[in-house]
């Protein structure tokens, strides 16, 4: 592991401890320019962990410190997830795929990160789970179910609704963990950004898995 300390961090607020892991993609053109911009003090963000193509993994920030990469948004009901979270940024434009050795890298980084703190599966979510229509990260090539099938991510429950509709849909998605107070459309493309990417059109019973 290559070390790179960010100044872009500090505490933990209200002695909160991580019991998240958000997933990111870079959205810049290299890794090497990524971590030009997470250790810009005047850019103001940061990460715990970078990721490139081949599977080098870079430490930012110190676990146990609050890296600046979540920004606004809610998950089960908290905000502040910087202070609840750790920060995983992947080399990726969002226009490729994960590569297989940046893959590999990830879940061995997760696997470590989840047993030091005691993250369940259901605790490693995407930058778009917890801030609907702000983001779009890790996007629509990134393989949960890779992670799913490793027992890093949750895999989707179905849920069966007496009625399909706005209400029955946002109170499912509500216990899901998508608490972001978000317009009914932006709610539905981040659920099915991470659950079914491919899928358009109006609201459906399939749509009622989280």
């Not at 890790?138 to 429950?157: M, T």
Request: net charge negative.
């Amino acid at each position: 592991m290559e070390e790179r300390p960010s100044p872009n961090c500090g505490a933990r607020r209200d002695g909160l401890q991580p019991e998240l892991v958000v997933i990111h993609y870079t959205a810049m053109e290299s890794a090497e320019a990524a971590l030009d911009r997470l250790c810009d003090q005047q850019a103001e963000v940061s990460a715990h962990y970078l990721i490139t193509l081949s599977g080098k993994v870079v430490r930012l920030v110190d676990e146990a410190q609050r890296a600046w990469h979540a920004g606004a948004g809610h998950w089960c009901g908290a905000g502040d997830v910087n202070s609840r979270s750790i920060g995983i940024e992947l080399d990726n434009r969002g226009t490729h795929p994960f590569p297989a050795a940046q893959m590999d890298a990830l879940c061995a980084l997760l696997g470590g990160v989840m047993a030091r703190w005691d993250i369940p599966a259901g605790g490693v979510i995407g930058h778009s789970d917890m801030a609907p229509g702000r983001k779009v990260d890790p996007g629509p090539r990134f393989d949960w179910g890779r992670l799913e099938r490793c027992g890093l991510a949750a895999p989707a429950k179905s849920v069966a609704p007496q009625e399909i509709g706005e209400d029955s849909f946002r109170a499912a998605a509500r216990e899901a963990g998508y608490t972001a107070d978000v317009a009914f459309d932006v709610l539905l493309a981040a659920v099915r950004l991470r659950r079914a990417p491919w899928r358009r059109g109006p609201l459906t019973v399939d749509d009622y898995r989280f």
